[in-house]
């Protein structure tokens, strides 16, 4: 939209500068509970644990190279590869989504003007980088797990994984969680009552239905995740005995927990690829979405039923038939939904005047790489099929084509389509697509022999292999494939890199995007949008009219709240005005809180448990101050 | 907009017609909690079908009468909250005060017979020598701390109730007897599980 301002509209617009205005300098950052600024921070973050999770992956693909390698040895293959998967979905991929895309475009997409939690936002935050910097000083003392990301017992028990390796592993995940858990219940408020005036829950975008799934999975995922973690660090503390088969307790408990949590948080870690998938498609072919209400419904029944399939990471371990052949069936009926998505994205661009930019050559090479996982994925859900090739690197190549290809390929078209909203600049349209093409073919020469190699019986969790079997050839491949791929990610970064600092100027909607985010100048003022956006369809960039009377409404000072730090709620339902927020603004407390809770987390880990009870009462203090200074609504 | 005197505090919740972000924040709060008792509890159970007999020899099955006496003091404390909230409603913040603080007492005082049960357990079996003890001392702990941090919460509440009724403070006190009803029908579960073994 070209903003020519009604002259009107600027002393509105300055009355909005001086109230939304944010300190300046790093105490700004410290205090800040705008989500932008947040959403900015987890970006950087858990791009810097993306490449600590590369540079670790790249390490277990030079140990493999070649037969007998001698890069790691047994015990540094099994710390990279433990932290590769700890690191990259749960510093990297979550964080990622719904802490950087959600944070930064939910309340643009849905036109309000921050957060339904601010300061507990900038919590989320802060508890994220304290509990990714509790693991790395694990990593950093020689203390990084070994047990692998599903950590299962016994292994994971003292009597095996001596030293802290395991407790910074639990505890930091338990700690993650709690960043995780109030990062959902955050987006999940604020999509449930922060949407402008006008956006009925129909007209919602894709985007946030795909975030609302997601939230929705962390809150009912992460307890079980929680549960198991508190029973592992009482068995190796406290010395209770809940894994110990001698004294009455069950390993297997400790699997059915972890995945009753961990198969919902493959599809938290793909469900929001789905969402930026159905942002850049409309955008790109110039079309709407096809059966939006079918695609919303399928997004939500994947976060639904990813539920009810846990035990298909179980079905070599002997438990009952009939059991195993519930989960098969139940495993297969996600097929259902995703089919759905799959077709929708499928048939818009087909029916749609395609324009082949960086951001949806990210995405038709999400489809191809989740069609590929998704196959795979029909294979390992029949029973005699999975426990052939259980353990063997079939299922690594099954897992990474869905969650790095299809949920990390929309991750960086996303990158690239937000940036000019971000930053104001575009990047560099060749290089990016260079940048795709040189990710693409690393990725499938990285993770496509892995399903001929395992088929061959080349078991995973492996620090090495012997040199007559057949398979360095394929290794070989895999590791420069890894290469190539890290090079294209490379390429990637450095674009946006240096397109931040020499891209061109391009205005606020460079693409003719769909959605409420490319209504407001690039980057986004504090307060979003200078004027509440009116509403009438899932498509508000499209509707002409409403973004002209947007600027009527402007230039006559109605919907702009310029009397405080406000933003209108709306009903849940119907989205008809309710009442006028009165927003938090910058608070010292939500760092120091997250100290306060990592003393708890790091005294715990020393077992000093009255120093771990002096960070109780300190945490009680913060709060007390934290709601010494009320907002209306908070 | 700032509410700040009581009467304009209860004006602002009766015009309002969606629930406030401050329920529906607790509502979803609530709800991963009450995974986690899930969780625990169902584990309990799972840990239960591993075992036979459940407790293991040598442990007395759970005593029956107290943990249901204390449940009924601790479910007994909803109807202040309940009464805290409809006073609040209408503007009157002292009797608003009245009720959390007898609340308060009774729940504190539950607490208290919890902990002594709790270390009387403690000292007649161990949670680290048998499945059964870490299970039931972990589920009847985690109840107990959600407890802890409920007094926590009111304690604030009577502190800031003291100075003011202001929108968020009325807010708050909503949200904070939704937080006790969750308590004590977890407090019903948990107390089910306890004594399942000698029903």
New interface residues.
Partial sequence: MAVALPKAAEPRIDRLDRIWEERPGVMGWLTTVDHKRIGIMFLFTALAFFVAGGVEALLIRTQLLQPNGTVLGPNGFNEAMTMHGVTMIFLFVVPISIGAFGNYLVPLMIGARDM??PR?NALSYWIFLAAGIFFYVGVFTGNAPTAGWFDYVPLAETTYSPGPGVDFYALGLIFTGVSS?AT???L??TM???RAPGMSINRMPLFCFAFLAVSFAL??A???L???L??LE??RL?????Y?VA????TI?WQ??FW?FGHPEVYIIILPAFGIATSIIPTFVRRKMVAFPLVALAEILVAFIGFGVWAHHMFAVGLSQVTNVYFAAASLIIVIPSGIQLFAWITTIMTGTPRFKTPLLWIIGFITLFIIGGLSGITVAAIPFDQQVTDTYYVVAHFHYVIFGAAVFPILGGLYYWFPKVTGRMYYERWGQASFWLSFIGMNLTFFPMHIVGLLGMPRRQWTYPGDLGWTGYNVIESVGAYLLAAGLLMVFVNLAVSCFRGEHVGNDPFGGDTLEWATTSPPPPYNYAVIPKVTSSYPMWDREDRREDLVNLAQGRKVLE??H?TP????VDA?W?????MPSSSPWPPVLAIAISGIFAMVLLKQWIAAAVFVVAV?VV??AW?GK????? | ???TATGSAAR?AR????????W??MV??I???F??F???IA?YF??RF??TPWP?AGIDDPSVTLPLVFTGMLVATCIPMFAAVRSVRAGQRWLAWAFVALALVVQATYLGLQIWLFVGDMNSFS?????????YF?LLG?HHAHVAVGL?LDA?LL??LAFGL????M?ALRVIALYWYFVAFVAILVVLTQIYPTL
């Fill in positions: 339904a939690f507990l858990t959902a219940i955050n999940i408020v449930f009552k922060l809150v009912f992460l307890p079980a929680t549960c198991a508190m029973f009482f068995d406290l010395g209770f005995h809940f110990d004294a009455g307790g069950d408990l059915n927990l009753i009397q405080g406000e709620a709306s009903t849940t008809e309710d009442e006028i927020l009165e009680l709060l007390a709601h009320e907002p209306q609504e908070a | 907009m700032e509410a602002v015009q309002r017609r969606a629930m406030p972000s401050g529906w924040g979803l709060l709800a991963t909690e995974t986690l899930a969780s625990l584990s799972y840990l591993q075992n293991p949670p680290s020598a048998t499945a059964y003890g870490s299970i972990a985690t926590a604030w502190g800031a202001t929108n968020y403070r807010i």
